[in-house]
Nanobody, 115 residues
């Protein structure tokens, strides 16, 4: 069992920045592929960014050039640096871990982009 705890969400003005963190309970964190998803009210959960165990990253087209995913295996933590935030980025952001058939979700952290 892996527990994921997100932090770093909040209210930010358009054009601002936030950094989300996701701390994992497992000491073998490094073998997991990690991702961030978001879910806006009334919409389906969508993949925002992913980072494989080997470090390869991928991004949704809507966040390319603005968001950066990274991981620190020594701290069992994955980050999502979000710059140039837009109102349409408003959503609950969830951390996700996957290894083979095992998948885990965090509880989510709210990000609100509004003036």
């Amino acid at each position: 069992q892996v527990q994921l705890v997100e932090s770093g969400g909040g209210l930010v003005q358009p054009g601002g920045s936030l950094r989300l963190s996701c701390a994992a309970s497992k000491s073998i964190f490094s073998i997991y592929d990690m991702s961030w998803y978001h879910q806006a009210p009334g919409k389906e959960r969508e993949l925002v960014a992913g980072i494989a165990s080997g470090g390869t990253t991928s991004y949704a087209d809507s966040v390319k050039g603005r968001f950066t995913i990274s991981r620190d295996n020594a701290k069992n933590t994955v980050y999502l640096q979000m710059n140039s935030l837009k109102p349409e980025d408003t959503a609950v952001y969830y951390c996700h871990a996957r290894y083979l058939s095992w998948t885990y979700w965090g509880q989510g952290t709210q990000v609100t982009v509004s003036s």
